[in-house]
């Protein structure tokens, strides 16, 4: 496929959710793809799901856009978790620096908020945004219906786990870590401990054997870096200790930021 069918591609979801949200229809179309795929990622991120709305898309979008997902995320190069080395600390667990959406691992941890939907702020850098936009509309839908379900939003430190769509990860599992206002407290690090807890229990109730961390609560959440990563990694290996028979083989310390690789390199690495 060549970049003009990209494009075309790219203009189709585009039309199918104007049609949807006929507000944003001003927008020119743009010939750039990357100013195409924007535009689409904006119009993703501020999409309501049906089940609020009544819309539908047509059968069409979804292929469509699983080709253009997957295509891009091949593009970036996909990352196999089972070929990561073993940290020199302990060989149940491995560091990565890199996009968490490019990574094949059975269950990639999203830092989600209490509403559990996905981030609504077009084009935004978080986490959230991005695992919602390379997973496709269909990660929303099915967080809508499991909320819905619950009746109340996330509470901190518990976890939830969806298919992960049009990623290379099997699934995600969200968590909602703690906002951290003013002094780190005790139960700030007690919410963030139970966040990595609750998340390996719903990995090793669904049998997998790969999980792969983001740094949660440390970005808008405000959590102290050095200490986020000393709570994970200690609560991660003292989980693993208590569970001798669990499916989960390999915890993936996924990190974005040179700050938080030169952290967990102090950690893990020795």
Request: proline letters at 6%; a neutral charge.
């Given at each position: 496929m060549?970049?003009?069918?990209?494009?075309?591609?790219?203009?189709?979801?585009i039309k199918c959710l104007e049609t949807e949200m006929p507000e944003y229809a001003e927008y020119a179309m743009p010939e750039d793809p990357k100013q195409a795929f924007d535009l689409y990622r904006a119009l993703c991120n501020v999409r309501m799901p049906s089940g609020d709305t009544g819309h539908t898309l047509p059968d069409d979008f979804y292929t469509v856009q699983s080709e253009v997902?997957?295509?891009?995320?091949?593009?970036?190069?996909?990352?196999?978790?089972?070929?990561?080395?073993?940290?020199?600390?302990?060989?149940?667990?491995?560091?990565?620096?890199?996009?968490?959406?490019?990574?094949?691992?059975?269950?990639?941890v999203n830092a989600a908020n209490a509403q559990m939907l996905g981030c609504f702020s077009p084009l935004h850098g978080c986490i959230d945004n991005i695992i919602h936009t390379m997973a496709g509309v269909e990660l929303r839908e099915k967080c809508y219906q499991i909320m819905k379900t619950q009746g109340h939003e996330e509470p901190t430190g518990m976890a939830k786990i969806t298919p992960g769509?049009?990623?290379?990860?099997?699934?995600?599992?969200?968590?909602?870590?703690?906002?951290?206002?003013?002094?780190?407290?005790?139960k700030d690090k007690e919410l963030l401990a139970s966040c990595y807890r609750s998340v390996l229990s719903l990995a090793s109730d669904h049998q997998l054997e790969s999980v792969a961390f983001c740094c949660i609560s440390t970005g808008v959440f405000h959590?102290?870096?050095?200490?986020?990563?000393?709570?994970?990694?200690?609560?991660?290996?003292?989980w693993l200790d208590a569970h001798p028979g669990t499916s989960v083989q390999r915890v993936?310390?996924?990190?974005?930021?040179?700050?938080?690789?030169?952290?967990?390199?102090?950690i893990l690495l020795g």
């Open positions: 060549d970049m003009h069918d990209l494009t075309e591609q790219l203009h189709f979801l997902l997957k295509r891009i995320t091949g593009e970036k190069g996909i990352t196999e978790a089972a070929e990561l080395p073993p940290a020199k600390l302990d060989p149940r667990l491995s560091l990565w620096q890199g996009d968490i959406t490019t990574l094949r691992a059975d269950a990639v769509y049009n990623l290379p990860a099997r699934y995600v599992i969200h968590t909602v870590g703690p906002i951290v206002s003013g002094w780190l407290t005790g959590f102290p870096q050095d200490k986020a990563a000393e709570i994970a990694v200690s609560t991660v290996r003292s993936i310390f996924n990190v974005f930021k040179g700050s938080d690789l030169d952290l967990y390199r102090k």
